[in-house]
């Protein structure tokens, strides 16, 4: 018990120790540019790297006389953008188990239907967002149109699916031969083998597509938001600081580091899921 | 022993693998009885361990018949006549070691209850109390391969096929583990079909020994062991022991095995 609370402190220790030697080395940078003039690789100023107490300042100071703080708008629509990424990450993760467990089981499929998922991959998802969210927005079913949020979270599905698609692949083929060839003398059938053996043997590569997709889903639900004009979520401001920059810098980097902060928390509720669902031995976790 | 009553009858039995490839077995013909305790035994290549899969349906043999408890291979796998134990205990690491266990009877559909009264037993059969809640990665080589024989037992197979089950485990442990199959077999009186590279392990253990010799696969000859039950410790320093031993040795040797 002592060992595990001293390696909570230890961790702590790291973090905070790692926190503040980026800190050093972002003002350092700063200072040594600042003080020599140095133009390359591009000139220091508070517009091009406002300090770090700024740009944190940033978030408790109101943006108009007597409105509430920058952070309580961050907040809103970081949780805003939170929907929108939890939503496609959880379709997104769906789609993709589907798609890789239908791989793994038809081998056809692997040669069929890979190219085509791959493909998906390539094409930029700048290019693809304002025809999928824009034109959803055009879609009626049964006088029902799908809401901004949903169209969004649609982006951050397609960057969620293809991680785990190719994870399902391989951890559905990774349970020992020796474990199937059980089964097989327990006479038990597919479906049994696929929920009992197959499935838990492919949680550990799940996870580390989970991983991967979780911070995907934030980005794809911020940059979905950007060609709709979607002003809730982080995306709006990010566009709307963006064309103030010039005044206010550090506002744009404030709202980059609460975009940051969603996308780890994203990867830490993830870690927190696998640290109770999966039992392994230690030494196999990543 | 006429066929009726014989647990595992095999009649030239042959397995060829690939195309024109490996003979692993040639005209196999084995009768096991009830009750039996028979080790195969060999060089590595000798296709004991095919023989084994052949008789638990894992691997379909080229050519010649097989017959469980009178019924084809295949049938008898799919009534889950036998229990398996691999070299490798062959444990889930996902689930707990009363889950490991349970993990057959859940495949064949008793209810939980039963499950948790069977799994009990078997905890304490194989002296695995208060490790239920263990999960097998936290257990030694030893206690997984009991885990491992407790989950083949679980659902009360006849038979019971064990393929090398302590090849991987030290000597102190393989000798307990001997002594603790041996009591298991006679409290339970089930057949086992048991491979080995061992010659003493072999000799200790069973009724009869089967020799095989590689390249074909084949049966070089059977050896009764008529050493008197049950064994203890001190059978293996009975000279008759060591005589069984001897015997079995050569007729490894004249099998054409290098020792």
């Known amino acids: 018990m002592t060992s595990r609370i001293g390696s909570a402190a230890a961790r702590i220790a790291v973090l905070v120790l790692v926190l503040l030697g980026l800190w050093a080395l972002w003002e350092g940078y700063r200072a040594l540019w600042e003080e020599t003039g140095w133009t390359r690789p591009f000139r220091v100023n508070a517009t091009t790297m406002p300090h770090l107490h700024d740009i944190v300042g940033a978030l408790f100071d109101p943006l ?19 929907k929108e990424a939890a939503v496609g990450f959880a379709i997104g993760a769906a789609i993709g188990f589907l798609l890789g467990a239908l791989i793994a089981r038809f081998a056809v499929l692997q ?13 930029p998802i700048l290019a693809i967002a304002p025809i999928v969210v824009v034109g959803l927005g055009n879609v009626s079913i049964l006088g029902w149109t799908p809401k901004d949020w949903m169209r969004v979270a649609v982006i951050a599905a397609y960057l969620t699916f293809f991680p785990v698609t190719v994870n399902t692949v391989r951890g559905l083929r990774s349970a020992d031969p020796a474990a199937v060839e059980l089964m097989e003398s327990y006479a038990a059938g597919e479906w049994a083998v696929f929920w009992k053996l197959r499935v838990p043997a492919s949680l550990p590569y799940l996870f580390s597509a989970f991983k991967v997709a979780a911070t995907a889903s934030v980005v794809g639900a911020v940059i979905g938001e950007l060609p709709s004009s979607i002003q809730s979520g982080l995306g709006g401001w990010i566009i709307n600081f963006n064309q103030y920059y010039a005044l206010d810098p550090e506002n ?12 780890i928390s994203f990867f830490l509720v993830v870690v927190l899921v696998e640290k109770l669902v999966v039992h392994r031995p230690p030494e196999i976790l990543v | 022993m006429s066929t009726s009553e014989a647990v595992v009858s095999a009649r030239s039995i042959s397995k060829t693998f690939g195309k024109g490839g490996v003979n692993a077995l040639q005209d196999i013909d084995l009768e096991v009885g009830q009750g039996e305790f028979i080790s195969l035994i060999g060089p590595s290549g000798c296709g004991k361990s095919t023989l084994l899969r052949v008789i638990g349906d894992l691997v379909e043999p080229s050519s010649g018949e097989i017959l469980v408890n009178g019924k084809s291979a295949h049938r008898a796998r799919l009534d889950r006549d036998y229990g398996i134990v691999f070299q490798a205990a062959v444990l889930y690491d996902w689930r707990t070691v009363a889950k490991n266990i349970a993990l057959p009877l859940e495949l064949m559909g008793y209810d939980r209850a039963t499950r948790a009264g069977r799994v009990r037993e078997l905890l304490h059969l194989m002296e695995l109390d208060g490790f239920e809640k263990h999960y097998p990665w936290q257990l030694s080589g030893g206690m997984q391969q009991r885990v491992s024989i407790a989950r083949a ?17 030290d000597e102190m442990t393989r000798e307990r583990l001997n002594v603790e199959l041996l009591r298991i077999w006679a409290e339970l009186g089930s057949t086992v079909i048991f491979v080995t590279h061992s010659i003493s392990e072999a000799v200790y253990l069973s009724t009869r020994v089967v020799v095989m010799s590689p390249r074909p696969g084949r049966i070089t000859s059977v050896v009764p062991i008529d050493l008197p039950q049950p064994r203890t410790f001190e ?17 490894l040797h004249a099998g054409g095995a290098e020792l």
């Open chain 1, 252 to 263: 744009l980097w404030a709202v980059n580091l609460v975009a940051a902060l969603l996308g």
């Open chain 1, 111 to 123: 040669r069929g239907v890979m190219p085509y998922i791959i493909a998906s991959q390539t094409i």
């Open chain 2, 153 to 169: 037992l679980s659902f009360s197979p006849a038979l019971l096929l064990m393929d090398e089950p302590f090849g991987a485990l």
């Open chain 1, 64 to 82: 108009r006389e007597g409105e509430p703080l920058l952070a309580r708008f961050m907040l809103d629509a970081a949780l805003f953008t939170a």
């Open chain 2, 235 to 251: 059978t293996r320093e009975d000279p008759r022991f060591f005589e069984l031993v001897t015997q079995v040795r050569e007729a």
